[in-house]
């Protein structure tokens, strides 16, 4: 199944970052990543998928300079102290986002957060060739994402099947049945269902709900976006959700990990 292009915003983030990743490229060819990873240059891998299946809440701390629906996020955003806050505060892994024209990233954040924390980080950006996934290594990524709505059958495939050669299992996203369907006839084990739909920026936490039924036990299942306290937490645990994903509610928070430690208080009560 190929996807269908619509004019939405999630097109033209992607064809941004096509003209992007072809122009760097050239620049670094895949060659000299290959390289800086086999001869060891990023620290081993950290295990995102156990990371995530711990006992208890497991949330991904999302750290973003901005958004294309609330733009600015942050101001004086510090990758590095937020990265070191968060994980202080409870989070079981760190999500990056390195989309660089509508969220302000840089995978030079993924670089900063891995020199102050212990726990996996997550590069997230909008990742369709396999230059991207040996740039995430090279620059220090546990994990990455892979959004099911950019990407046909073939190179989903194909891009799990790298991830995998390099000890990274991937993120995969859906919105919708079909697209769940697709990830999991491609074999994805995490398994992540976004709440905004990425062509409207429509937030809806029944997403999810609508959805976990059809996840498989032995996948780790994700809910994303849309997460602002302990009682949306606590309604999609009890559906059957491992992980969680907040990325806003924290980063515009006066105090991130105070406002992380909320979210977990009382876990397990």
Known sequence: MTPEATGTILDKIVAARRAAVEHRKRVLPQVALRMAVERGTPQPVR????????????????????????????????????????????????????????????????????????????RKDFLFDPWQIWEARAGGADSFLLIAAILDDALLTELLSLGRTLGMEPLVEVHNGAELDRVLTAGATIVGVNN??????????????D?????????????????????????LAAAGFDAFLVGEHLMTAEDPGAALRELLANDGD
């Not at 942050?74 to 409870?90: F, I, M, N």
């Not at 905004?196 to 709900?209: I, K, N, P, W, Y």
């Not at 959805?211 to 309604?235: F, M, N």
Request: charged share 25%; with cysteine; net charge negative.
């Open 196 to 209: 905004r739909d990425l062509r409207t920026f429509e937030v809806r936490l029944e997403t999810s709900l």
């Open 211 to 235: 959805l976990i039924e059809a996840i498989p036990d032995a996948c780790v299942a994700v809910t994303e976006s849309g997460l602002h306290s302990r009682a949306d937490i606590g309604r």
């Open 47 to 122: 295990d995102f998928r156990a990371a995530l299946a711990e006992p208890g809440v497991s949330v991904i701390a999302e750290i973003k300079r901005a958004s294309p629906s609330r733009g600015l996020l942050r101001q004086g955003y510090s990758p590095d102290w937020l990265a070191q806050r968060l994980e202080l505060s409870g989070a079981s892994a760190i999500s990056v986002l390195t989309e660089p024209e509508f969220f302000q990233g840089e995978l030079d954040h993924v670089r900063l957060a891995r020199g102050v924390t212990s726990v996996p980080l997550l």
